[in-house]
């Protein structure tokens, strides 16, 4: 691959490139990836089916398919490392003539995203609006004790039940925010002219380099560590739950743990899901004395007793919605390791900033579709 | 990066504290009890709280996708914000003519992903 001609700069075919000359970066890293994505999700889907273990041997496919995305990501960041932003491919025809192709791409992208979370939005509108409220339900009588009703009952139920429950969200969001936030002051730390730094900051000009580095390597691994937070948060929601020690008991009726949600029946498996608030004879939610089922219990016609519901698809569509979004944290996870990494070795100048900028449209992306996952998944 | 300020001030940082704001608001419209508030203006508090939420949800939205992912002040923002739309149409399509106004879905797209195997 060595120097025949000028535009012949791959001189390690397995990084890290020669950036000086002027021709475009060709990687053939996203090709093995994509196989090894490929192998992946074919071997997944045979693992488990209709959530039985069915074939272990396919796991085997799973963890080659593992080991070829990594040895595709790690070529692709030792092609990478080197990159000092001299050269950057701009658009030559119209409409983005000048812009930065990389950009363009980076939207591009974007766009595929969006439709895939509105495709997800569109079923649960679909859905939600489409099934009977579980609650509304519990209220009209409509039930007998024993018999499993199908329903809609929304995460929010459980979450926006008491600020307990909403606080792993709650504080997911703001995670999300602050590490928006700190990837921005990467951008503008990484992008602000050696004069300009020295000034701000009152150090040599000399110094400004790795100063720069420190201070754009803090401002990533910070957005590293938050979206950690983000998914230990899930993590703890979804699955483990956490304890409400001392006076929190009192506030929390006198239980002494927020249960997770899997601990609380809401499953994709669910299809005789009982919960405290459609129970006749629960202490701490009283039934509405204008509504259907009083009424018919005042008058004899309704034994009461405990509502069981088959909530398969309202925990499908929450569970698939905000797991593939917490799979875009995942993935952006990896990349912020890199990027960290490469800023520490002071990867990151005024030239090539606009990588963190390109990486920035993706996480603010991730944000973006989590503005509108809070409200509609967590909180109504 | 952005050329421009708001209230003479660094749009990065005013933008971070308005959606920390918001987001405030709307974590204590779902916790607080608002109901009294709600029958003085003759609607439910599942009502007010569905309007605040999409009141909060669509300027966060749009703070967000003008100032941090510069889609406005900058250069290229014009285009890069038509880029941005042009999935709209596929997005309408999806919300509101299949998201509203499927009756059927509910019960026949299950039935369409099911596998033939299933009881």
């Known amino acids: ?380 | 990066m952005a050329h421009y300020k708001i209230f003479g001030k660094d749009p990065y940082w005013m933008n971070f504290y308005g959606l920390m704001i918001l987001t405030v608001i709307e974590v204590g419209a779902v916790g607080l009890d608002l109901s009294a508030f709600a029958d003085s203006i003759g609607a439910t508090e599942k009502q007010l709280t569905f309007g605040i939420l999409w009141g909060i949800g669509i300027p966060k939205f749009i703070m967000i996708a003008a100032i941090f992912m510069h889609l406005y002040g900058d250069a290229d923002s014009k285009i890069l914000t038509m880029t941005a739309l042009f999935p709209a149409f596929f997005i309408i399509v999806m919300i509101f003519f299949i998201g509203l106004t499927s009756p059927g879905a509910p019960t026949d797209l299950p039935a369409w992903c099911r596998p033939p195997s299933w009881l």
């Open chain 1, 1 to 380: 691959m060595s120097g025949e001609h000028e535009y012949d700069h791959h001189i390690e075919p397995w990084g890290p490139h020669d950036w000086s000359h002027g021709a475009p970066h060709n990687s053939f890293a996203p090709l093995v990836m994509s196989i090894g994505f490929g192998v992946f999700l074919y071997s997944f889907a045979n693992v488990f089916v209709m959530g039985e273990l069915a074939d272990i041997s396919a796991m085997a496919g799973v963890m080659l398919g593992f080991i070829i995305i990594t040895m595709g990501l790690i070529i692709w960041w030792r092609q990478d490392i080197s990159f000092d932003g001299v050269y950057e491919p701009k658009g030559v025809g119209a409409p983005f003539r000048n812009i930065d192709l990389r950009k363009v791409a980076m939207w591009i992208f974007l766009m595929s995203e969006m439709m895939v979370f509105t495709s997800l939005f569109s079923t649960y509108i679909r859905y939600r609006l489409g099934i009977q409220n579980c609650e509304d339900l519990f209220l009209s009588g409509e039930w007998v004790e024993g018999t499993t009703v199908t329903c809609f009952e929304p995460a929010a139920h459980l979450i926006a039940s008491s600020w307990f429950h909403i606080a792993p969200g709650a504080v997911n969001t703001f995670a999300l925010i602050v590490s928006s936030f700190t990837i921005v002051l990467a951008l503008k730390t990484a992008k602000m002219s050696n004069k300009k730094y020295s000034k701000k900051y009152s150090i040599d000009i000399a110094d400004v380099d790795s100063h720069r580095s420190r201070k754009v390597g803090l401002y990533l691994g910070s957005t590293l560590l938050l979206a950690t937070l983000f998914l230990t948060l899930k993590l703890i929601e979804w699955f483990i739950g956490f304890p409400t020690p001392g006076p929190l008991t009192e506030m929390n009726h006198g239980y002494s743990e927020i249960k997770s949600l899997y601990a609380e029946g809401y499953t994709i498996h669910a299809s005789a899901y009982t919960n405290v608030h459609y129970d006749t004879t629960s202490k701490y939610f009283h039934i509405p004395v204008d509504s259907a089922l009083s009424q018919a219990m005042a008058a004899g016609t309704h034994p009461g007793g405990i509502m069981m519901a088959d909530i398969r698809v309202s925990a499908s569509t929450f569970y698939v919605t905000t797991g593939t979004h917490g799979v875009h944290v995942f993935a952006g996870m990896i990349g912020l390791s890199y990027m960290t990494l490469k800023a520490l070795r002071g990867g990151y100048g005024p030239s090539n900033a606009v990588s963190i900028e390109y990486f920035g449209l993706y996480w603010h992306f991730v944000d973006l579709v989590w503005v509108l996952v809070f409200p509609f998944f967590y909180l109504y």
